[in-house]
């Protein structure tokens, strides 16, 4: 067992090298290559269909000038989910428990998504900040607060996703520790922790 339960959280070095992108770069190989072929194997076709269901789940809220962010959002889409099922693995790295990583996604995309929407629409987006119906003397106050709102969204929500993530490995790690100690001398509370920690195991596959 490792000195402390964070330091599976550490990224990983080998001579002093940051193995981070290495673990970010290493599902890609696992992915089967596509082919200009009619009749491909299973997983190809497997790969294909998934790729098309993903697609089609983020473009169905978007009009037709939205459909040129299905590429980057189904490549962002895939990457998390491989990166993060494989750091269900034991003895794995996931590099979406990193703080720096998920705000790394997040400023770019949110700030593209927010300077796209005020050069195409610009009276639509600022519309947001100020709800209709609002009394006159809360404009200023309204204002203000969905103003800071809009700017600290993707702070808020890169540090829940990561919160999220590091507690569902932690209490993985702190179950196993308990079932594999406590096996000895205690057999059915052992049994009990294992089936917690099969119900916590599937619950991080649909956080995954």
Not at 39 to 48: A, C, M, Y
Not at 59 to 70: E, F, T
Not at 140 to 159: N, W
């Amino acid at each position: 067992m490792s000195l402390s339960f964070f330091d599976q959280f550490t990224s990983p070095c080998l001579l002093g090298i940051p193995l981070i992108l290495l673990s970010m770069l290493f599902p890609a190989l696992l992915l089967p290559s596509q082919s200009n072929r009619w009749v491909n194997n299973r997983l190809s076709t497997l790969q294909s269909w998934f790729l098309h269901l993903i697609t089609k789940q983020l473009m169905i809220p978007l009009n037709k000038k939205g459909h040129k962010w299905a590429l980057i959002l189904t490549s962002l889409m895939m990457l998390l989910l491989t990166i993060n099922l494989l750091g269900l693995l034991p003895y794995t790295f996931t590099p979406t428990t990193q703080l720096s990583m998920n705000m790394a996604f997040a400023l770019p995309l949110w700030l593209a998504t927010l300077l796209t929407g005020l050069r195409n629409q610009p009276s639509i987006s600022l519309g947001h900040l100020l709800p209709e119906g609002t009394p006159t003397l809360l404009i200023p106050a309204l204002i203000m607060i969905e103003t800071t709102s809009l700017l600290i969204r993707p702070l808020a929500l890169g540090v829940r996703l990561t919160a999220n993530l590091t507690a569902g490995h932690l209490l993985i790690q702190l179950i196993s520790t308990a079932t594999t100690a406590l096996l000895p001398i205690m057999p059915a509370a052992s049994a009990l922790t294992t089936l917690i920690l099969l119900l916590l195991t599937i619950l991080e596959l649909a956080v995954a």
